[in-house]
């Protein structure tokens, strides 16, 4: 693959590398024969981003330079701290920079930027290729039912009145009014943080459209990243939702050279979602012991409500190597039972809230991290000598009274 | 127990803001007693129990407030004592310096709280919109009432005015990174001083030409521990040695636009530093000098 980016453009694909930088650790690159894509995904899985770079955006654009046998683009997984250090200050770039050449070795497995700056000056990096998958997410975006478009200042503006502590943000949207509440998880916190709402008209929105009327909740720092990105290209977002459970997506192109595509994982913000919630950490405990510093904080995980049903690992986001063929649009998994899984997630929230028979307005929390570690590693909490467990006869007394 | 006021001038608004971001500079915690005549604000010494405040601000409410309305506990307690963390006050009212309007009411939503309504104007479009922070408050008992009373203090040595507040905390700013106390000297002719000393070096500040506002009498000066300058009549002087970290954080209030602020001098005892403002906010700040 070999590509040549105009100066100008040069900035807006840094700013891209930045915004991707806070979703995730890698960055996977792909050439097809019209576009060049960047993809990230996030350590808990929650929040993917796919930035398309048409080729029209490009100067020169060869997807398969270097292979001439077959007609496979180059894919390739970097990490982002590299592709970061090549693009350190994107609004310097603007200036320096006249060109910029990105090429893939074949026989030294590495992908070389290339800049070209002023004053004759060539900065070349050479960046590690980690492995060779390309990634694929599955996500329905244009035929769900609710969508906004906005300027991003505007959500910017409405996130200023959140604490910066604030973890997740929940988005109530139904024909009459949008709102934005700050999402606390455990009943403990909730009495000691400053619950913040915004209420905003619809009539405030570029375009408002609600199918049905739904409630998400998605966390805040990549919400955050994605609006400080379309708020350095100076350009609106589009959010395309559906139900809780889903994943929305937040759409920020430019009509013509680029598309970023934002899919941020949903969970309900409502009680039912505690009671399924611990039954959803024995399972998630079971596939990755890594979880553990991420189950601190509820996983805005999408297998949440449907991962107990499956009894494979399912994700969404699958690792493969060609996309064959494109699923329909209404299957997100791979797994099976995906459709009936949602059904019997309902029946367990039903039993659930039966088996609450004390008040039925209480619904104790689930167990928080440490209660969870606490319980599984009990006996490495416990002193390794326990006095009950001596019986009969005391053979030497304690010479100290103490 | 009910309370409910409404604020929509600008100019309150930023005042009110500027009050509690100083006092969230001071302390985590703080007490909101809310009279039928004015609001308080109340900062006790975090490190001791039940100890006389360190901050008191009295912020009578015609001015600031459109509308207020509050119902006390009962007929003989007729107070409302509220305890919340001002912090998070402090970071709610951040918006406040484009808004509309602002609603403060008690309410009970998973717990006593309370709930600001704030309109703001949005800069996309003339619409306004509504946020409504709720601050999760603890109410307090009126067995604890006694602890938080306005602190009865004798006659001051010596009342002085104080320069811009702006000179002062740049001056002790400097200060405090050197030495862990300072040394405030007020005389009734119009001079102040504050002093350090460290190891290597005395420092001192001098201000002049300052209008005294009360003289309580000749100094008792009997234990030599004071310093005399040529030409000073030490009768006239009294002097007090105070933590500079406290006395840094209330000067971290030259961000409120005051009218004029009054350092009074309790003879190696106590400092008092009265900050008044055009609307009749009064905010008080009592430091305990440091005896050896």
Aim: with cysteine; charged share 25%.
């Amino acid at each position: 693959m070999k590509c040549y980016v105009p100066g100008s453009n040069v900035k807006v694909l840094g700013r891209t590398v930045h915004a991707l930088a806070r979703f995730g650790d890698e960055l996977y690159l792909e050439s097809l024969p019209e576009c060049m894509l960047l993809r990230t995904l996030n350590a808990a899985e929650s929040a993917y981003a796919m930035v398309k770079f048409n080729k029209n955006f490009f100067s020169y654009f060869n997807y398969n330079y270097y292979s001439t046998e077959d007609n496979e683009g180059l894919k390739c997984k970097i990490s982002m701290k590299s592709a970061l250090n090549t693009f350190k200050s994107p609004t310097h770039m603007d200036k320096q920079v006249e060109n910029l050449e990105i090429k893939l070795d074949p026989e030294a497995c590495k992908l070389i930027f290339q800049l070209k700056c002023k004053h004759g000056i060539v900065k070349t990096h050479y960046v590690s290729i980690l492995d060779c998958k390309a990634m694929q997410a599955v996500y329905t975006k244009d035929s769900v039912p609710n969508r906004i478009t906005s300027s991003q200042r505007l959500l910017s503006e409405a996130l200023t009145n959140f604490q910066s502590s604030d973890d997740q943000v929940t988005l109530e949207a139904s024909t009459q009014s949008f709102i934005l509440r700050n999402y606390t998880e455990c009943s403990a916190d909730s009495l000691k943080v400053i619950r913040t709402q915004i209420n905003l008209k619809p009539l405030e929105f570029t375009s408002y459209t609600i199918g049905t009327e739904t409630t998400i909740t998605f966390t805040l720092k990549e919400f955050r990243a994605l609006l400080s990105f379309a708020e350095a290209l100076s350009l609106p977002i589009q959010l395309h939702f559906e139900t809780t459970g889903r994943p929305a997506v937040f759409i920020v192109h430019n009509g013509s050279t680029f598309e970023a595509h934002f899919v941020l994982a949903t969970s309900k913000a409502d009680n039912a979602t505690q009671a399924t919630a611990t039954q959803n950490t024995t399972i998630d405990r079971k596939r990755k012991e890594s979880s553990f510093q991420d189950s601190a904080r509820k996983k805005v995980h999408i297998d949440n409500d449907i991962s107990k049903c499956l009894d494979e690992d399912s994700h969404l986001f699958n690792f493969i190597d060609i996309p064959d063929e494109i699923p329909p649009p209404s299957a997100l998994f791979n797994g099976d039972g995906a459709i009936n899984g949602v059904n019997e997630e309902t029946n367990n929230v039903n039993s659930s809230k039966i088996n609450n028979d004390i008040d039925s307005d209480h619904i104790p929390a689930s167990p928080t991290a440490k209660a969870m570690i606490k319980s599984v590693f009990r006996r490495c909490f416990e002193s390794t000598f326990d006095p009950r467990a001596i019986r009969g006869v005391i053979l030497a007394e304690d010479s100290d009274s103490e | 127990m009910k309370f409910r006021a409404v604020m929509i001038d600008a100019g309150p608004m930023r005042e009110f803001t500027n009050i509690v971001t100083t006092i969230s500079k001071l302390s985590k915690e703080c007490v909101l007693r809310i009279a039928s005549d004015q609001l308080y604000f109340i900062v006790s010494d975090e490190n001791s129990g039940p100890a006389p405040p360190i901050l008191w601000c009295e912020i009578p409410h015609s001015i600031f407030f459109s509308e207020y309305q509050m119902v006390g506990l009962d007929e003989q307690h007729k107070d409302i004592y509220l305890g919340f963390n001002s912090g998070n006050l402090a970071r709610s009212l951040i918006t406040l310096k484009s808004a509309k309007t602002l609603k403060m009411k008690l309410t009970k939503k998973q717990g006593p709280c309370l709930t600001l309504d704030i309109e703001v104007p949005s800069a996309c479009s003339q619409q306004t919109r509504q946020v409504t922070h709720d601050i999760p408050i603890v109410v307090i008992p009126r067995k604890m009432w006694s602890d938080f009373q306005e602190p009865r203090t004798p006659q001051p040595d010596v009342s002085i005015e104080l320069p811009t507040l702006k000179q002062l905390r740049t001056t002790i700013d400097r200060m405090k990174t050197m030495a862990a106390e300072v040394v405030i000297r007020a005389s009734a002719e119009g001079r102040l001083t504050l002093q350090i000393k460290t190891d290597m070096a005395k420092v001192s500040t001098r201000f002049k030409d300052l209008r005294v506002e009360t003289y309580g009498g000749p100094i008792d000066h009997s234990d030599s521990e004071s310093e005399t300058q040529i030409n000073e009549d030490m009768s006239k002087v009294c002097h007090c040695r105070v933590d500079a970290k406290k006395l840094s954080m209330f000067l971290s209030a030259d961000s409120i636009s005051h009218n004029r602020t009054v350092c009074s001098i309790i003879h190696k005892k106590l400092v008092i530093l009265c900050l008044q403002t055009e609307e009749n906010v009064k905010l008080q700040c009592f430091i305990t000098g440091i005896v050896y």
